[in-house]
C-alpha cells in the first residue's frame, strides 16, 4: 500500500530548487520499504512463542503477532521516514500534507492495549525484522 502511495506522491509532486535531496530521500524511503518488504517475504524464523503468549486468547494472539509485524515493519524503515520528514519541511503545505499521509505510523497499539507490554517486548526483542504475520498467524494455527 505504501508503495502505491510513493507512485502517487512522487507523480502528484513538483519539486523546487532543493528538489535534489527532497526526491532522493523519498527515493530512498520507497527502496527502504522495499528492503523491508523483501525482508518480511524472506523471513521464515520461527515466531517466539513463551508460556505467556500461549496463555493468551487466540484473538490475542493475534493481535500480538500483527502488533509485532506492523511495528517491526516501521522501525525497518524508521531512519528512512524521518529523514524525509525532515527533508521536506522546506516543501509546499499541500506537498507536505501529502507526504505526511504517505508515511504516518499505524495505530498498532490499539491491538494491544490491554495486554503486557513488557511481555510483548521481550518476544520481539527475539524477533525485531519484519515478517509476514499471516504466514506466523497460518504456523500458530490462528486462523482455525
Not at 3 to 26: G, H, K, R, V
Not at 74 to 90: H, K, P
Not at 128 to 144: K, M, T, Y
Request: glycine fraction near 4%.
Amino acid at each position: 500500500m505504501r508503495l502505491c502511495n510513493l507512485a502517487i506522491a512522487l507523480s502528484m509532486l513538483s519539486f523546487t530548487a532543493c528538489a535534489t535531496s527532497f526526491e532522493q530521500a523519498l527515493v530512498s524511503y520507497g527502496d527502504k520499504l522495499t528492503e523491508c518488504n523483501n525482508i518480511a517475504k524472506t523471513n521464515n524464523k520461527p515466531f517466539p512463542v513463551n508460556g505467556w503468549f500461549n496463555s493468551l486468547s487466540t484473538q490475542d494472539k493475534k493481535n500480538v503477532v500483527l502488533f509485532i509485524s506492523m511495528d517491526n515493519r516501521e522501525t525497518c524503515s524508521q531512519q528512512e521516514r524521518q529523514n524525509l520528514l525532515d527533508i521536506a519541511q522546506s516543501a509546499t503545505p499541500e506537498q507536505l500534507k501529502h507526504i505526511k499521509l504517505l508515511v504516518k505510523n499505524g495505530n498498532q497499539n490499539e491491538f494491544i492495549k490491554l495486554l503486557d507490554i513488557n511481555e510483548i517486548h521481550k518476544i520481539q526483542s527475539t524477533y525485531s525484522a519484519p515478517f509476514d504475520s499471516l504466514r506466523v498467524g497460518d504456523e500458530l494455527g490462528l486462523f482455525e
